[in-house]
């Protein structure tokens, strides 16, 4: 904890008034960190262009020493992305873009391991190659790896490609038993608790995470209003926003000053990806349980 | 009978059909009212996104207000788009939902581009705001008690039923010509001034000693009342006889669930001061009572006026704290009995992250003593698979060490009052110093000047150490003269008539109870490994203040759990770790909401409460006191009804809250007196939560019993189907309350606030001519209106203030949060543009619920813009920085801490007719009559001890039920068993298993409507658990809530088996030998008892049949969760 307070400290001094003018009274300081604080603020008008064409990295630091294993990450990104609740009883069948894999030891110390595990973005996404319609896609000022899900044809041959099991297919119509009512004509009719910024997806298509991309462009909106760069820590897609153990650190990983490039430098003993071997070369970093 | 293996085919799954759609308005899912609202709104948004905005930065998009996913008090904020809620976030102002928390005055533009930290349960709200199973209008018992079958019927008829009474089921067959009494009928004892006058008396009559004199008295008070001020007023009460019974009014009974602290005020202002019962039933002792207790005897302190030591509500020496916690952000070493930081408790929320925090930086050693391997005790760096109901003997053992290796803070425990703990840059002192007096049976009260001489004027607040080996008095609370005392003194003093009183100080007890066993036989009861013992005792004094020893419902939830508790703060004690910073805090606490300070301008309780009754007698689970800990006034000595040990039924220790799992029995069987009405409220569930559940279902079953029933509930849930009504009741992300926080875990202070956030789906009721929700509280606003009850209505708070609409009461409660606890104290205004943010955001709310120029009035013009502020926020929250100060917390205890408690060794076992020790002595699971009940069963061939535990899943109010995607993780509960064990026995994974226990030797639930089915399910096994003991979680297996056909104005509502899936263990737990209808309970806090010894057997063909026939749900999820761990 006190490392933590240093670090914060000397990010207050480099700040200086920009930071102060953003959230006057935020000391929260703190957290969204580092990175709030070396905001650029354009005086005059942006070149737009400037930082739109300018590529970005996104990335995901999940730090496995303070994953608690609740799910909340689970829940929180059903709820964001209006995932369907499966209704077969099939455990296959289940729909989860972000979802926990537990491993379990018995024996004489028993322990049990979590690991969320949303879609890893891959700078080489073997999903994309195996689209016949091109239907997957990487949004390239971005990094991620996103899904038309009108150009979709079912074909389900991304979830075979995919090594890491992240891409599912909509068996059935999306069913979701607290918003559906039955309207004056006998339809299926919404009341509510649908995230409206999220496109509902139907029976017969794939769908997976999407780093939560409305948040990102939310954010990018914003900044953009605001004549100013996106902050570091400003983007959280609901997973990380959520996370109750602090395990998540989401940004850009072309820049070496954000939070996830400094934590990935700073603890590369400790740094893991999934399947390094295949060469997907994921953007979702863990780092390792003390054990 | 042929046992056979069998995990459920699909063949014999109940379909789920995919779309249970129904048509009844009774229910949301029939309403149309809201239908397609979003579809208008998801063009809207669109069209939005195309002009590059994003609606959700908006603050007036936001509302702020305070998660019920459990009884944590997250700040949270609702997400509304064009009237609907869309989506739930955490809220970063709260200390819940961010760690730093934000600023108090950040404006909410910049709070509105971040989202705070939210559980699973949390984000799952909105399935509890739009579940499909939601009752939207009153509902009337058709058919039998439990049936299920239920008629529309307005509001007014419903309250005038109930008020009135009569014959009022005439169509139901065998009721005929029953005649119910209606509340008016039982509210007997209207004058304020006549019943305080009689509970003047009673309390008199209490204390008058038993035989002669005492018949006596009750006659001189029948005489008195007969014919008092003209008037006969015996007629009042419940028995004439046994004036200490309290009047007629007593026999309505309120039993509350999910409550939570603004509607606990609400409902004990109309309850206790509208109706004047005693009989206020809140389900702590199913829940937190004893561990509550249990720090509540370490928390008493001294009241100057008569030197008696209390812990009370009220009075002018008001001490009222019943929680002690971790500074779990600066620990070094915790010790957690039975505490699922990461699961359960008061919210992983923001526990969570102050703890992963310190096990990635490596500041925190953690260790979980735990029968059963929780996702918390994986987590941590030694698991100690501990006995159930062994954690004494543990704390016990490391006392013991302790004082043998003398590790104890030296410096603290010299301290025998404040002066000298501010000598030693302390703030806090115990009262292990001061010396206590021999009785005949062990000891007893501490010794006083009055023992030893005259008392002099100064002379009542003495108590008396060594020091040096000289007995010298001190005052506790004295701040100038500094005393330091002999820990250890044992000696004789003369008393004031030349007798010989044999004194020894409070530590002295306790280093003789620690060696009364030796280290390896502590070890042995509990079941741990000297070796571990030893490392835990060592590393725990190896940190200075900065290690703690904390649980939260494990160590309480048996029969023995106050001491217990009390036990564990005695081991913290010796290190001295009370406010330190990393050690163990009181917790941030709250600004008063009840106005009750001077400058405040609302003494909503209180002063603005005209003509309110308090009432009096003893109140059915018999507790000893209303008053607080410290006060025996109702206890079985002092009754009219005594009659020698062991008493007919159990006796508690003092409570306002009452005992759950006592009052409907007790009331059922008429001791002392009879139930005649009882309300539900708050979707309580006693008949699914208790330990007695078979044995509430009975009751509730039975309408001889329970006369009249009536619930508040959101769905028709396992309690309320057997009601006589229905009223449905608005959600936690509807409602309006303030409140406080519920626990100590948290530095900051805090009053998270609950305000509506979109428009109720629940049908409106107008009572006072004000149109509301129908919800708990409208139907209390609605029989105020009808019987006349005081202080409701035009004028209801006094003269010109009306009290016409729930609101106005949690409007005034919000003003007084804002002005604070002291001159000085208050909130910052809203500005200009921070009120047309509160007016945006609230713009879509009926007038039913919000209405601007009602709220203002009721809050007061000149207190309305700290509300707003308020409200624009969730709440009232300390700012991060206060809640430390240096190497101390912010907000200290800074007083005695106790050790030794007069208020239990002046407690009287009502069953063996013994008194409990003053120390915190360790007891196995006992009976009435003292004896160990685990011992007796398992002789009796029950080899397993049954426990249960909360997963992360699991909610409050079995919101569970409606939880669709949390199911998907967690779709169901298993038996959970030790691997071997099951080898053993020769059971495996998946095995369809049945409990059975000697209370309920065939191990079989009966709801009483037809419906009778094994107790059991699912088998698991894992290597997580110690050998010998089996594990249910909570919140599955329901019977009612949705996942059962109801039917409702003849049309049948198909229930969806996903909501009932699992198992509720309840059914087989143990009950008392002796009254045979409660658990074993502990006789101080009155905590019902878990541990049962159980046996597992394969169910028997009859039992699948059974099973199929009357609880399929069992069946719906075809294949098991991987790991157990993992989920349940």
């Known amino acids: ?291 | 009978m042929k046992k056979i293996r069998q995990t459920p085919n699909e063949a014999s799954i109940t379909t789920v059909s995919r779309r249970q759609f129904f048509k009844s308005a009774a229910l949301l899912g029939g309403s149309v009212l809201l239908c397609d609202k979003l579809a208008f709104a998801q063009k809207e948004l669109d069209a939005a996104y195309a002009r590059g905005e994003n609606p959700f930065a908006d603050p007036a998009s936001i509302i702020h207000t305070t998660c019920m996913g459990c009884h944590a008090h997250c700040d949270i904020k609702a997400k509304i788009y064009q009237g609907v809620l869309v989506k739930l976030e955490g809220s970063p102002y709260g200390p819940n939902g961010k760690l730093p928390h934000f600023h108090y005055n950040t404006h909410p533009k910049d709070e509105a581009l971040y989202d705070g930290k939210m559980c699973l349960k949390g984000q799952s709200g909105i399935q509890v705001q739009y579940d499909p199973y939601r009752i939207t209008k009153v509902l009337k018992r058709a058919g039998k008690r439990g049936e299920n079958l239920w008629k529309t019927i307005e509001f007014n008829q419903a309250v005038t039923e109930i008020c009135e009474g009569g014959v009022l089921f005439k169509d139901v067959p065998g009721e005929e010509n029953r005649k119910v009494e209606g509340l008016r009928d039982l509210w007997a004892l209207r004058d304020r001034q006549v019943m305080e006058e009689m509970s003047k008396d009673v309390m008199t009559l209490l204390h008058t000693p038993q035989g002669e004199e005492k018949k006596k008295a009750v006659e001189a008070f029948k005489t008195k009342f007969s014919d008092y001020k003209g008037k006969n007023y015996l007629n009042t009460l419940i028995d004439p006889d046994h004036p200490d019974f309290g009047p007629r009014n007593n026999q309505f009974v309120w039993y509350g669930g999910r409550v939570q602290y603004g509607r606990e005020a609400f409902y004990l202002r109309w309850f206790e001061g509208g109706f004047g019962s005693i009989n206020w039933v809140n389900h702590c002792t199913v829940c937190g009572g004893s561990q509550r207790c249990g720090h509540a005897e370490y928390a008493m302190q001294q009241n100057p006026e008569d030197g008696q030591f209390r812990n009370e509500g009220g009075g002018k020496y008001k001490v009222d704290h019943c929680y002690f916690s971790t500074d779990f952000l600066h620990t070094e070493f915790l010790m957690l009995f039975g505490h699922l930081i990461f699961e359960a408790n008061y919210g992983p929320t923001h526990l969570a992250e102050r703890v992963t925090e310190g096990l990635a930086s490596g500041r925190l050693t953690l260790v979980s003593v735990d029968p059963r391997l929780s996702k918390t005790g994986s987590k941590s760096h030694k698991w100690v698979p501990i006995k159930p109901a062994t954690d004494g003997a543990l704390i016990w053992a490391m006392i013991r060490w302790i004082l043998e290796n003398e590790r104890y803070d030296k410096k603290f425990m010299s301290n025998a009052n404040k002066a000298a703990a501010i000598a030693d840059k302390e703030t806090c002192w115990s009262n292990g110093n001061y010396l206590v007096k021999y009785k005949d049976d062990g000891p007893g009260d501490f010794l006083r000047a009055k023992d030893i001489g005259a008392v002099q004027e100064g002379d009542i607040a003495k108590v008396y150490v060594a020091q040096d080996g000289k007995i010298i008095p001190v005052i506790p609370d004295d701040v100038t003269n500094a005393v330091d005392a002999d820990m250890f003194f044992q000696g004789e003093i003369q008393s004031k008539d030349g007798k010989t009183i044999r004194v020894k100080s409070a530590w002295q007890l306790i280093k003789e109870y620690a060696f009364s066993k030796t280290f390896e036989e502590w070890a042995s009861i509990c079941g741990i490994e000297t070796e571990t013992i030893t490392w835990l005792a060592k590393e725990f004094t190896s940190h200075g203040k900065k290690a703690a020893a904390d649980s939260h419902r494990g160590t309480a939830s048996n029969a023995w759990g106050t001491m217990t508790t009390f036990s564990l703060n005695t081991l913290n004690t010796l290190i001295g770790n009370i406010d330190w910073k990393g050690g163990w805090q009181k917790g941030g606490g709250s600004w008063d909401f009840k106005g009750t300070k001077d400058h405040q301008p609302y003494s909503v309780m209180a002063k603005l409460h005209p003509g309110s009754l308090k009432p009096f007698g003893i109140p059915l689970s018999k507790q000893c006191s209303v008053r607080g800990l410290g006060h025996r006034d109702t206890t079985y000595e002092n009754s009219t009804i005594f009659a020698g040990y062991p008493a007919k039924r159990p006796w508690y220790g003092p409570s306002k809250w009452g005992v759950y799992q006592e009052a409907i029995p007790a009331g059922a069987e008429g001791y002392p007196y009879k139930l005649k009405a009882l309300w539900l409220a708050c979707w309580t569930t006693p008949a699914a939560a208790n330990g007695n559940a078979q044995k509430i279902i009975e009751a509730l079953a039975d309408v001889n019993k329970m006369p009249l029933l009536f619930a508040n509930d959101i769905v028709i849930g396992e309690s309320s189907m057997y009601a006589d009504y229905i009223f449905p009741d608005v959600s936690y992300l509807e409602e309006l309350q303030t409140s406080k926080w519920p626990s100590s875990n948290m530095p900051h202070k805090a009053n998270p606030l609950r305000q509506p956030t979109v428009a109720p789906v629940v049908d409106n009721c107008k009572v006072y001519g004000q149109e509301m929700p129908i919800s708990v509280d409208a139907v209390k606003m609605a029989i105020a209106e009808k019987l006349g009850l005081p202080g409701y209505g035009p004028d209801g708070f006094g003269p010109g203030q009306n009290f016409t609409h729930y609101d106005q009461f949690y409007l005034k409660s919000a003003a007084d949060i804002g002005v604070g606890d002291k001159p000085g104290d208050d909130v910052p205004d809203a500005s200009d543009e921070e009120i047309e943010i509160f007016k945006k955001a609230h713009a879509h709310l009926p007038k039913s619920v919000y209405d601007y120029d009602r709220w203002r009035e009721a809050a007061g013009e000149q207190y309305w813009r700290k509300v707003v502020t308020i409200f624009n926020r969730g709440g009232r929250f300390q700012d991060f920085e206060k809640g430390y100060d240096g190497d101390k917390m912010g907000n200290k205890w800074a007083k005695m801490v106790n050790v030794y408690s007069e208020d239990c060794e002046r407690t009287i076992h009502p069953g063996t007719g013994k008194r409990l020790p003053g120390i915190a002595e360790y007891r196995p699971v006992m009976d009435f009559f003292g004896n160990d009940l685990l011992a007796i069963d398992e002789k009796a061939g029950y080899p397993y001890t049954f426990i249960t535990y909360k997963v992360v899943g699991g909610a409050n109010f079995r919101g569970t039920a409606a939880y669709y995607w949390i199911r998907e993780t967690l779709p169901e509960n298993y038996v959970v068993m030790h691997i071997e064990d099951a080898e053993k026995d020769g059971l495996k994974d998946g095995d369809m298993v049945k409990l059975s226990s000697v209370s309920n030797p065939e191990g079989m639930w009966d709801l009483k409507n037809g419906r009778k089915y094994p107790c059991g399910g699912k088998l698991k096994t894992t290597s997580g658990i110690r050998k010998g003991v089996i594990g249910v979680s909570y919140h599955y297996g329901h019977w009612a809530y949705g996942s059962t056909n109801v039917k409702i104005d003849g049309e049948v509502i198909p229930g969806d088996p996903r909501r009932g899936s699992g198992i509720n263990p309840n059914g087989i737990r143990r009950m008392d030998p002796h009254v045979k209808d409660v658990p074993p309970s502990d006789p101080i806090g009155g905590q019902e008892s878990v541990p049962t010894k159980v046996k597992v057997t394969l169910m028997t063909e009859e039992d699948l049949a059974l099973m199929h026939k009357h609880n399929p749900a069992a069946f719906i999820t075809k294949e098991m969760t991987k790991t157990y761990l993992g989920g349940v």
Not at chain 1, 60 to 86: F, P, Q, W, Y
Not at chain 1, 132 to 159: F, H, K, Q
Not at chain 1, 216 to 223: K, L
Request: charged fraction near 30%; proline fraction near 5%; charge should be positive.
């Open chain 1, 1 to 291: 904890m006190e490392k933590k307070n240093e670090i914060i400290k000397e990010d207050e001094q480099s700040a200086g008034i920009s930071r102060m003018d953003f959230l006057k009274g935020v000391a929260i300081a703190a957290l969204g960190g580092a990175a709030l604080l070396t905001t650029k603020k354009y005086t005059t008008s942006p070149d737009v262009k400037a930082f739109e064409g300018k590529k970005k990295r996104y990335g995901m630091l999940i730090d496995l020493r303070k994953c608690v294993g609740c799910e909340s990450c689970t829940i929180a990104c059903k709820s964001e992305n209006n995932v369907t609740v499966d209704s077969s009883g099939m455990n296959a069948r289940r729909i989860f873009w972000n979802h926990l894999v537990y491993t379990e030891e018995g024996g004489e110390h028993p322990a049990i391991h979590a690991r969320p595990q949303p879609c890893n973005h891959c700078e080489n996404p073997p999903c994309i190659k195996a689209c016949p319609v091109g239907a997957t896609y990487e949004d390239e000022s971005r990094g991620v790896v996103l899904i038309n899900y009108d150009n979709c044809i079912g074909c389900r041959m991304c979830t075979v490609y995919c090594p890491y099991s992240r891409r599912y297919f909509n068996w059935e119509k999306p069913h979701f038993p607290h918003v559906e009512r039955l309207d004056e004509k006998g339809m299926t009719a919404s009341a509510g608790g649908f995230n409206p910024s999220v496109q509902v997806r139907t029976k017969g298509v794939t769908e997976k995470c999407t780093f939560c991309i409305h948040r990102i462009i939310a954010a990018e909106e914003r900044a953009k209003k605001e004549w100013r760069e996106v902050r570091d820590g400003e983007i959280q897609p609901a997973c990380t926003a959520t996370c109750i153990g602090g395990t998540r650190t989401f940004g850009d990983l072309n820049d070496p000053g954000s939070k996830i490039s400094r934590l990935v430098k700073e603890n590369k003993d400790k740094i893991m990806r999934l399947e390094e071997h295949l060469g997907t070369e994921p953007k979702v970093f863990f780092i390792k349980e003390n054990i």
